[in-house]
Each structure stands twice: as C-alpha cells, then as structure tokens.
DNA sequence: TGGGACATCATGGTATATCATGGGTATTTA
DNA sequence: TAAATACCCATGATATACCATGATGTCCCA
C-alpha cells in the first residue's frame, strides 16, 4: 500500500510552505533580482540548493519552485512506475508523462548569492520579456516570475474571470 | 511593579474556533488595527501568528483567515495531484483551480505585532475603501473587514434582502 | 450589591533589525 | 585572458520589536 507522504518539503516543523502574495523588485544591471524574503522563507532549507526555474508553457512567465518539491515529484513518479509493476515505465518513462520530462529538460538551478537574489538565466528571462523589473507572483505551491507589464495584464484577465464567473449567477 | 500582561496568545479556557460579531476599531497613521481580542482567540489554536487575507472579488472588503488553513489547503493541492498521478498538475497547476491559484497571488500575510495588531497593506486598504478606520465583521469560518461607511450600506442591503424575503413576496 | 483592585484591551510612540539594492573584488569558466 | 560568476561589505528605507498609557471591563470581597 503507498504510504502518502507529506512534508514534502523535508522539514517537518517549519511554520510556513507556501508562496503567496505578489511582490515586484528591480534586477541590476549584472541580471540580479531578490527573491521575496517571504518567498525565502518558504523555501526553508531548500534555499541552500537554490531554486528550480523553467518557462512557462501557458505564457510569457518563469515558473519556480525549491528543489525539496521537485525531488518529491520525481521519486511519486519512479514509485508509481514500481507499484505498478511496470517496470519498463520507470526506464523509459509513462507514456503519458511527456509533459513533465519535457519540463525537467527545460529546468535550471538558480542558485542564491549572500543576500537571496538569483540570476535569471538569459533565456528564461527572454521567454518572459524580463529586462529591468520583475514581478514575483505566489501560487501556493509553487511561484512565478513575470515582467511587470506582462503581469499587469494577465492578472486583470484573470481577476475579471472570475469575477464573472461569482458574480454571472450558477451559469458557467 | 508592572506585570507582562501579554498572553493573550494563550490557550483560552474554552476553544474558540469560529469568528462572530462585528467590531469597530481605529486604524493608525501606519495603518495599524488592532484585530478584535475574540478573533485573535478564534485563531489561537493556529499555530502560526498571523492571519492571510485577500481582496474579496465580489466586493468592497477584505477577506481574512488563519495561516494553518492555508497550509493545508495547498499542502492537500499538492498531495492531490501527486496522489493522482497527475504529475503535470503540480507543475502547472490544474486547469479547474484558477480561483486557488488567483487568490494565493494577491494573499497578503498580515502578522501580529506584540500588541496583536496587524498593518493592512495598502493594497487591500484601498480595495476595502478603508482610511481611518476599520469594522471586523465575522462570518464564522472566516472574518471580513470593511470600511465602516461600506459595510453599513452592506449590512442594510443585506436586511432588506432578507426582510424582503421573509415578508413574503420573493423578492427580485 | 456596591466598590475597589486588577487584568485586558485598544492605542500611541520610539529604537532596532531586516530587506532590497548597489558596488567592489576575488575566483572560476570558456 | 576576457567574461561571467561568486563572495564580500555598505547603505537607505522600511518594517518589526519593544515600551508606555489611559480606558474599559471583570472579579472578588466586604
């Protein structure tokens, strides 16, 4: 029976895991941003290994999260392959996965300099017309890096949506 | 001599878990409120000191609710997917949670100060319409905070849409 | 039951720590 | 060796921790 495993984040006792709220900062001229203190914290002691960053594939935006999560996700997806006892699946991979390894070939480090800034790799920051501001966005789980203008636009969609969708009656 | 009066973070005699009444109280040139003694009572059993809260989307006011609630909510979001097998979900997020995902980007995570106050971020302060002062109206699982001038003209909508109701006719 | 002692609360102000940011220099990599 | 990166220290703004006080409410005892 697969036990569930929580914590994912690997330390159990700390208070906070989740990235929320939206916070923009300024990235230097050497291709520095800080990432959020809130966001650092989140991270807890996944924040020695840097973050995990990869484009977006729903839009011009930078998706990230702290290592603890990805190393969880790959080992769910090795167990599954052996629960089932396909092991085929866990060599070459299940078929319906391509999204994911898709994802991990795409994926860097960013690692952490002294005072919690990363650098944003040239083409991630490209894919999301990052050049002098950047927007970090909380989503629970995991965060994204936006350009500023690009944000601005994306959240006005996505607020009016659902606005019409609470207030527009039961009628999808 | 002067005695540390300041556990009001412990454990009351009985468990309070629920947000009832509404309160009026002051909100300082920093923008700090002190957030009513029954609610922070309300959330003692929260381990974490502080409370989250959102810019309610069908309205002038501010949505408000313990950290732990939210821990769990992304900490079962995540699990969820993992368990599900869907491992793309966690990385993308899932397609249906648009509402999660939204609110998490503009939750602010306000901590209490010694004193049990919290400082609104301007952000929701200027969504709620609120200046110098602030009402704290509970709604059981939750609490919402409002500008005093709105929340009356809510509250008597909120009464006549009721009376309206109750005297019979099925009110539009 | 009246009143006083004491605790709690909302509120105000000040000192300190943290954060985002900037720049210089050493160290690695191509 | 040139460019890119890692490491170190500095700084202003801002948020947080700390301390103080008056008012209100509660409890206990005469």
Redesign the interface.
């Known amino acids: 029976m697969p036990v569930?495993?929580?914590n994912?984040t690997g330390k159990p006792d700390r208070?906070?895991?989740?990235?929320?709220?939206?916070y923009e900062n300024k990235v230097d001229k050497k291709g520095r941003v800080s990432v959020p203190a809130?966001y650092r914290a989140a991270l807890g002691s996944d924040i020695y290994q840097g973050v995990i960053a990869y484009p977006?594939?729903?839009g011009p935006a930078i998706?990230g999260f702290g290592r603890g999560?990805l190393e969880?996700?790959n080992r769910?997806?090795f167990d599954?392959s052996l629960d089932g006892g396909d092991f085929t699946q866990a060599l070459v991979g299940r078929s319906d996965?391509g999204?994911?390894e898709t994802?991990m070939s795409l994926a860097s480090e960013m690692p952490f300099d002294g005072e919690g800034r990363i650098i944003l790799p040239t083409r991630l920051a490209e894919h999301a017309g990052i050049t002098d501001r950047a927007t970090f966005?909380?989503?629970?789980?995991?965060f994204q890096i936006w350009s500023p203008k690009e944000h601005s636009k994306q959240?006005m969609a996505?607020?009016a949506?659902?606005?019409a969708?609470?207030?527009g009656g039961d009628a999808p």
């Open positions: 569930r495993r929580r994912w208070p906070v895991t989740s990235f929320i709220s939206t809130a977006s594939l729903t998706e999560a969880e996700l769910r997806r599954l996965d999204l994911v994802i966005v909380g989503r629970g789980t995991r959240q996505e607020v949506a659902l606005r969708k609470l207030t």
